[in-house]
């Protein structure tokens, strides 16, 4: 049995491994396409063969629900991720986040590396965390923002932009950078990766790997690259 | 290099070439056409057609995949059309087949056209007057002349097709042995924490593949070309 | 039969051309710039004349009444063209078959001949890029004839080829004229190479017909000589061979009495066309004696008409007529008057071998 | 259409148009002389310039983004030599053009090479002989000659240019009024549901935009190419 | 003084030449494919020959031994090409001034002078696309005068022109040849042309040279007649104008006595050379009365040459030498031998305006 899974691209590292081990318990064959979130949900909704869709944010999967494709029972609030304060340089001083903390002195002439404030994810969810913490309209002109949070980091691993916001779980991995502040969690709403059933998906081995995804063992892989893993799905 | 690649990135590898390679040959026949009609003739649409192959230039490329998306994706209206005579592309590598020939058409039917406009159109009269139809004539003399120009159209869209992303990535995701072109299986490493030396390998992959397809065209029209200058 | 009746304007330059031609070769000679090209085009039907009609044997290729235009691929003609116009990516083997693809009838025999005719065996193999312009034109000629066409169109197909190849080609042309009885039309400079191989002389200025009509009249005529070049006015004799005689001489039966040439390799009983220039022909009271000039032909006296650059003179020599161009003082001098009866005095040397052609007039 | 378009939009369109004109122009001599070289000189590093030329093309656009970061950003090696003169490319417009004219450089390249290629060298030879040196016989002859092609580079490359995205976010990020091109706007509302109606309006703009280029360049090339023909 | 001497493989030809130009007008003859256009872009440095060196007035153009090639743009030359090479995207006017751009001396006056004499003042403001096939090579050819040159190249310039435009063309090169002092170098397949112009003349055969020498010795040399075509042998005489008479005659002193011809424009005292053809001249025992030809010189047979195509008889005519074509036969009448005193006879329209130049050798 094949499994079609429609996924967001940030999730590769871990769905790959969880994949690969349920491939290698059941036998059944995982196939993941990992791009983002608003082209899988437009992909879904134009009749794309998946029978999994696990995406970046919650409005994306709405989308997917008003077009009448989820299978209804089958959606969860998959995973969470926390946003945090990077700066280029291994041991970059911390900063401390909150209503007075002086980007714009920080920043020194530098910009602020996010993705794009107003239409992707993580830069959407930097903005309200600076809005809520009054700090946007000082710092708003010295954000560059990139078209997806990869590359912001990418701006602050070469040292191009002094500090950036982005996932806890991207900026992890990178030596070029450390994460200076982490976002107050009520800053900014919470972020969620949904995952859902498809209509088309019919056979035990997609439900299987749907439980599978809120399994033990896919927790793991999950934690280990930084993701929170949140309540279990139904 | 099977050890060096994974077997799903080998298999990106095979896709992208397939492809690409499917995606200039389909559309070559198209581009001569194209690119003769746009040197040779005037005709009321000439302006339209023309500014229609440039689309795909001059459009971001998530635009052009959307809008395949749209019209040749199942619900689209060419596509459920086609479906009834058992062709689909969405989903289907020969869906990036046709997001990469589309992408790459702009750069086929320049290069052509070029070629055609430099043909002496004197040389076609001379055919003419020894008994050769106009179909004759171009198969004989006209394509024969502008060869070095369709190599240079193939190779020039032969490296736009295994570079092509946005459109083919928005036209039929990014489905491993399936949908799955190489330019993809970057993104996908890019997007990840720790993805970098994979997307390098398969970036490096990538140009190999057009390097050699470079020489051989570069190969092919100076054979070509030192034929017609008569040493 | 080619018949031909157009209107044409270029901004600068009008055409207004009408003739018609009959079997044989007709030859359009004209300044440069005249319109000859411009012609020939509008019978292949590379150009659309604003107005009139071109007819060949019946087939009316190009008429604008009716608004029908025969396009060039159907039109069947062989054109040698004034610039070459090669093919530059077959070799010269493949330029020369290249009409044989769509000719009416093939005809495999011919392509060596044609080969050795024009010299060209040895370039087979090559491309016409390094060609020399000679070669190029050689093989532009051999390319028109082998595409076996119902009407051959030559844009000075000559003009580029030494004295030598052209004394090779040339009869060819006329055998073709003579054998196949394909019409020609024929652009050309040269008045000696008109004045052989034309059956109809078609004389262009400034893109209108000056005079049209056969060769020998056109030739011999002291009104149009002046357009041809006073040096190339002359009269045309039809002859037959008599005898090749062992000192190198021929001698041939005319109309105006025996004349003896230096050899022509043709066999006796064949029949040619002399043309014997006007400038070549001496005139003398009494028979002269103790001479080299060996032809001495009684004439009488037709008229005599002056003009720039001396006297034409023409002569009735038997049932044939002699133009004779001599100066003014001489003509005083010797009291030329018509009826009066001298005698023409001719040098075996003086007729060349370009100026005898093969054939009747 | 002020109306039409939100002041930022408006922005975005104004700078599209200078970014990608700046790319062209900026890179049409580099390009007229990489053709030429391409064209008419053998030189050692042929093959390897060939290449390095048509790389753009071949690589997914974040990844040439990602190099030209590498290399042209503020810590980047050239830099970093470049900004001791004050050139700085780094979140600048002036990185836009530098990106979008690196993209765009393949199309602008190979459209000249096929120009220069169909020149008769005996042309050339014969300008020569009437003592024009080489830089006058290109000049005088060779260039006039090639008007047509170099046109038809300069619209592919400004088409390209206004498309482009990829590179140019990658590189120079999306910063409004600075960097922000029509693309990165049309890019930024296909993210959000629903925004497809503002994207199409961008859209919109973008094909205008390109399509006038397009007529402009073909006017031209038809009016260069109506006097050679003589007539 | 052009001084050339070099070696040239292509495939399947091979190029062996070597001769010195003085100044004049140097003639390349020979067949098509012989080498001449080769050895032309050899000296415009369109060519790098394989071996060998080329000298110009003492300026080395090229020399393989010190490996010195010095670029066609420095090299002066203007170039009269075979194929024309107008530039597309020029007017005719931009296209006759190209080369002052880069002349060393400008020479305004000129222009119009030339425009005039190729008669190609309607055509300045057209391209050269649609120009007829004559009109670009007059183009040509003002182009390349125009750039005032050091050497002018010209390979068949007039082969596509018509007699009458020749007859224009041929005295203002001679001017060019006799008051500028301007070495040419001439390709033409025209012997006629050649020997009217050509101060040497050098004959090539298959990359070769088979003879090269002053134009006079060449064109009367019995040996080398058979290369230039028959027709084309003759002698050369200097002649002064010393009277233009009002019948329409010129009379001239030549050290053949004196010698009457149709009208020559050119002013009394003037010094021409005129070519009398071999197969022009008459000869005669006693001096004939009664005949039309006006010229009757009394000559000595210095030697008798029989060779294929008649005879050929050098006379002694005062301390100038004729030549005479005449058949074997009338050899045999006449008993002539070397030593024998006979009557040339030549009549006076026979030397064509293109057989008489101005300037003496
Ligand atoms: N397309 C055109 N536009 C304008 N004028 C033209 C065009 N084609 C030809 N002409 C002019 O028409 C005249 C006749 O041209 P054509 O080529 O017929 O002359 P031709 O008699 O063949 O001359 P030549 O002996 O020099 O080849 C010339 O003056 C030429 O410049
Ligand atoms: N690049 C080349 N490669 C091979 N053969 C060549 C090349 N260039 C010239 N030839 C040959 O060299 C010979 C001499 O050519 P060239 O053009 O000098 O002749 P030409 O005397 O000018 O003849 P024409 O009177 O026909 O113009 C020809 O047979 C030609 O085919
Ligand atoms: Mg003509
Ligand atoms: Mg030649």
């Known amino acids: 049995e094949e499994v079609v899974v429609f996924a967001a691209a940030s999730l590769k590292n871990a769905l790959d491994e969880i994949a690969a081990d349920f491939g290698a318990e ?177 056979d035990a081995a997609d439900r299987a790997f749907y439980d599978a995804l809120s399994g033990e063992a896919a927790k793991a892989s999950f934690e280990k690259q930084g993701f929170t893993v949140l309540t279990q799905t139904q | 290099m099977t050890d060096w690649l994974t077997p799903e990135e080998w298999q990106a590898v095979v896709l992208s070439l397939r492809v690409s390679s499917v995606a200039v040959l389909a559309s070559l026949p198209f581009g001569v056409l194209v690119a003769y009609a746009l040197a040779r003739w005037r005709f009321p649409g000439h302006g339209l057609l023309n500014g229609l192959v440039h689309l795909p230039l001059v459009l971001p490329p998530v635009v052009t995949g959307y809008l395949l998306l749209l019209s040749f994706g199942r619900r689209g209206t060419i596509g459920a059309f086609l479906d009834q005579f058992g062709i689909v592309f969405a989903f289907r590598w020969t869906g990036a087949a046709l997001a990469c020939g589309i992408m790459a058409f702009p750069l086929l039917v320049r290069a052509i056209r070029l070629s055609i406009e430099a043909v002496d159109p004197k040389l076609e009269q001379a055919a003419a007057t020894l008994g050769a139809s106009r179909l004759w004539v171009f198969a004989t003399v006209t394509l024969p002349l502008i060869l070095p120009g369709i190599f240079a159209g193939m190779v020039l869209a032969f490296a736009k097709a295994m570079g092509e992303f946005g459109a083919t990535i928005t036209f039929v995701s990014n489905i491993p042995g399936q949908t799955q072109t190489l330019p993809s299986a970057i993104y996908a490493f890019l997007q990840v924490p720790g993805g970098e030396s994979s997307a390098a390998r398969l970036v490096l992959v990538a140009v190999a593949v057009a390097m050699a397809a470079l020489f051989l065209s570069e190969w092919l029209a100076r054979s070509v070309a030192r034929r017609i200058s008569g040493a | 039969m080619l018949k031909l009746a157009i209107r044409h304007e270029f901004p600068g330059f009008a055409l207004d051309a009408g003739f018609e031609a009959p079997p044989g070769v007709t030859a359009l000679f004209g300044k440069s710039g005249s319109g000859k090209t411009t012609i020939v085009n509008a019978v292949a039907g590379l150009m659309r004349p604003d107005q009139g009609r071109i007819e060949v044997d019946g087939l009316i290729l190009s008429d604008s009444a009716s608004g029908r235009f025969l396009p060039p691929h159907r039109r069947g003609v062989g054109y040698v063209f004034q610039e070459g116009r090669l093919f530059p990516h077959l070799t010269v083997r493949q330029n020369l078959l290249y009409g044989r693809w769509f000719a009416r009838m093939k005809d495999g025999a011919r392509f060596s001949r044609i080969v050795d005719l024009l010299g060209i065996g040895d370039l087979l193999a090559r491309r016409p890029g390094a060609l020399s312009g000679g070669e190029k034109q050689r093989v532009a000629l051999g390319r028109a004839i082998l595409s076996n066409p119902r009407l051959l169109l030559m844009d000075e197909p000559l003009a580029a080829l030494d004295e030598a190849r052209k004394a090779e080609i040339l009869p060819y042309l006329e055998r073709l004229r003579d054998e196949t009885g394909l019409p020609i039309l024929y652009v050309s400079h040269s008045a000696a190479e008109v004045a052989r191989l034309a059956t109809t002389i078609v004389l262009i200025e400034a893109g209108r017909v000056l005079a049209a009509g056969p060769a020998a009249t056109i030739l011999s005529d002291p009104a149009t000589a002046p357009v041809l070049g006073l040096r190339e006015a002359g009269a045309i004799l039809s002859a037959r061979i008599e005898a090749q005689e062992e000192d190198g001489l021929t001698r041939l039966a005319t109309g105006a009495g025996p004349v003896w040439l230096s050899r022509i390799t043709a066999a006796e009983g064949s029949h040619l066309r002399l043309r014997i220039l006007a400038q070549d022909v001496m005139l003398a009271l009494q028979r002269p004696s103790g001479i080299s000039a060996l032809n001495v032909l009684p004439v009488t006296v037709r008229d005599v008409t002056p003009g720039e650059g001396g006297v034409l003179v023409r002569l009735e020599a038997g049932d044939e007529v002699i133009l004779a161009r001599i100066t003014a003082r001489s003509t005083a001098g010797l009291g030329l008057a018509p009826g009066m009866r001298v005698y023409a005095v001719l040098k075996a040397v003086s007729v060349a071998p370009g100026s005898i052609g093969t054939g009747g007039p």
């Open chain 1, 26 to 202: 059941t036998g059944n064959e995982v196939t993941v396409s990992y791009a983002g979130s608003s082209q899988l949900a437009k992909q879904i909704i134009e009749g794309a063969p998946a029978d999994l869709f696990i995406s970046a944010n919650v409005q994306w999967m709405d989308e997917v629900a008003k077009a009448g494709l989820l299978a209804g029972d089958a959606r969860g609030d998959l995973l969470g991720n926390t946003l945090v304060l990077i700066a280029h340089g291994k041991d970059a001083a911390a900063v401390e986040i909150g209503a007075d903390t002086d980007l714009t002195a920080l920043l020194d002439g530098g910009k602020l590396a996010m993705a794009m404030v107003d239409s992707v994810p993580a830069g959407q969810y930097g903005k309200a965390a600076l809005e809520s913490l009054g700090l946007w309209e000082g710092v708003q002109a010295e954000v560059a923002q990139s078209d997806n949070v990869r590359a912001a980091l990418a701006l602050v691993s070469t040292g191009e932009a002094p500090y950036g916001i982005v996932y806890a779980t991207d900026a992890a991995a990178d030596d070029n950078v450390s994460v200076v502040g982490e976002f107050p969690a009520d800053s900014y709403p919470s972020i969620i990766y949904p995952a859902a059933l498809l209509t088309v998906a019919a």
